[in-house]
């Protein structure tokens, strides 16, 4: 397909093996086999959105490149999905587009990120999503595609092509899928999307840019302040070992620890408040990290946060019920790349 047209070209192959094997070598693949995206399953994940093949479901700001509802139907059946997944994945893409998610800057860095998906409300039921055990892995077919189709959908419209394009240094698995649902049955906090202005029932789906998760285990205290102090010295050492910017950063809480705070009255606010004030770091540290050259350079004992706000600290509930395990998920680049919360549309407008 040409990358830089609302429009597609139409291949013909003998079946779907050849179909896979052509996609492999003009490197339209994130190297996983593909479901081969033929007019007919296209033109139905299209009517699954509501929309016409040609209209524009967002533009990327930077380069200005038009996202196509027809292009992201191919990515999705490529990925894998299935067409009611296309609300889910419709609302991702609008989120993405926002300038302060800065898609061009996190698609195009050497810090290797990855767009981090969260998907709230009652359309993670309909689907069957994974909120609790392996959340962040292989559970589920829809967690496991919704993701998939952000990479496949920079691949071959944005043209975020390893070495070209994407310069990553290493990147992380994340770049090849990395969407959850937040398990709001079992927890008592109120949900991410209404954290973030969604209404109460109304489904959506909130996206950041982020570098690889930290798993983070505590299991021997009853303490919440203890307990955070974990998940801080997490926020600390990303900051002496990547980069002390300002920025969202993703815990997610699994049952054992959300207990914890449960049972102590600790909301998801008072979590991000205690965070606000801990997770920092002086200048000074990073010479104990083998950043001298710079450490040294101006303002040796200036405080660094982590967050510019509480608010700026998303508390996710997602997890398997045992173990004492969470994890954070630090930003890309702080405020040049923040976190969007878009509501997903389930009927055609």
């Given at each position: ?24 070598r ?28 040609a ?31 296309m ?90 899928t990395?969407c ?9 906090w ?21 570098e ?46 959300r ?22 770091v ?23 946060k ?44």
């Amino acid at each position: 397909m040409a990358e830089a047209s609302l429009s597609s070209t139409v291949l013909e192959v003998d079946d779907a093996f050849e179909a896979n094997e052509l996609y492999q070598r003009n490197g339209w693949t994130d190297g996983l086999p593909i479901v081969a995206p033929t007019e007919a399953r296209v033109q139905a994940f299209v009517q699954a959105m509501g929309l016409d093949p040609a209209d524009v479901i967002g533009t990327e700001p930077v380069r200005r490149r038009h996202i196509s509802a027809e292009k992201v139907a191919i990515a999705a059946v490529m990925a894998g999905c299935l067409p009611e997944y296309m609300p889910v994945v419709r609302a991702m893409v609008q989120a993405m587009c926002e300038p302060q998610f800065g898609l061009h800057g996190c698609t195009a860095s050497t810090g290797g990120a990855a767009p981090l998906v969260i998907v709230n409300g009652p359309i993670r039921r309909q689907l069957g999503m994974n909120a609790t055990h392996n959340a962040l892995a292989n559970a589920c077919r829809a967690n496991a595609s919704i993701g998939r189709t952000v990479r496949l959908l920079l691949i071959n419209v944005l043209g975020s092509v390893p070495g070209q394009l994407d310069r990553a240094t290493l990147g992380h698995p994340g770049k090849f899928t990395f969407c959850i649902a937040e398990d709001e049955e079992d927890s008592a906090w109120v949900p991410l999307a209404q954290e973030r202005g969604v209404p109460v029932g109304t489904s959506a789906v909130t996206v950041l840019s982020v570098e690889s998760p930290h798993q983070v285990m505590n299991e021997w205290t009853r303490d919440p302040e203890e307990l955070l102090d974990t998940y801080c010295a997490s926020m600390r050492s990303n900051m002496l070992e990547y980069s002390i910017w300002e920025g969202n950063y993703a815990m997610i809480v699994a049952p054992q620890h959300r207990e914890v705070f449960n049972a102590a009255g600790w909301t998801k606010q008072d979590i991000r408040r205690y965070a606000f004030e801990h997770a920092q770091v002086q200048r000074r540290q990073w010479r104990d990290v083998g950043k001298a050259a710079v450490a040294g350079r101006k303002d040796e004992e200036r405080i660094y946060k982590a967050l510019r706000t509480p608010e700026d600290l998303l508390v996710v509930a997602a997890g398997g019920p045992a173990g004492g395990f969470g994890v954070i998920a630090p930003p890309w680049y702080g405020k040049k790349s923040l976190a969007v919360t878009t509501p997903i549309q389930t009927t055609a407008p």
